[in-house]
C-alpha cells in the first residue's frame, strides 16, 4: 500500500504564500495522476489542481492564477505553490495520487490545514 506523507500547511497572512509537499512512500514504479483536493469545513471535498503524467494540468478556476502544481519526478514529489492566498482557501488540502507500484493504487494523504487570516 503506497501511503502519502504531506506537508507544508500552516497559518499565513491574506496575500502570502505556501507550498505543499507530498511525497509517497514504497517502490513506484508508475505514476500517473496526482492532485490537490481541499475540503473547507461544512464544504464538500473539491479539486484544486491536478497534473497527469503526460504533464496536462487542471485548475480550479478560484485559483487559477494564484497556484501551481509540479513535480520533481527524481523525487516523486508532488508541489502546490499557492500564491496571493485569501482566506477563502482556508481548508484542509489532500494530496491524490494514482499509479502503479506492486498494483495498482489510488492513495489519499492524511491532509494539511492552511489558514489564511484577512
Known amino acids: 500500500q503506497v501511503q502519502l506523507v504531506e506537508s507544508g500547511g500552516g497559518l499565513v497572512q491574506s496575500g502570502g504564500s505556501l507550498r505543499l509537499s507530498c511525497v509517497p512512500s514504497?517502490?513506484?514504479?508508475?505514476?500517473?495522476?496526482m492532485g490537490w483536493y481541499r475540503q473547507a469545513p461544512g464544504k464538500q471535498r473539491e479539486l484544486v489542481a491536478s497534473l497527469t503524467s503526460s504533464g496536462s494540468t487542471n485548475y480550479a478556476d478560484s485559483v487559477k492564477g494564484r497556484f501551481t502544481i509540479s513535480r520533481d519526478t527524481a523525487k516523486n514529489t508532488v508541489y502546490l505553490q499557492m500564491n496571493s492566498l485569501k482566506p477563502e482557501d482556508t481548508a484542509v488540502y489532500y494530496c491524490?495520487?494514482?499509479?502503479?507500484?506492486?498494483?495498482?493504487?489510488?492513495?489519499w494523504g492524511q491532509g494539511t490545514q492552511v489558514t489564511v487570516s484577512s
Open positions: 491524490n495520487v494514482m499509479g502503479f507500484s506492486r498494483s495498482l493504487f489510488n492513495s
Open positions: 514504497g517502490n513506484i514504479f508508475v505514476i500517473n495522476y
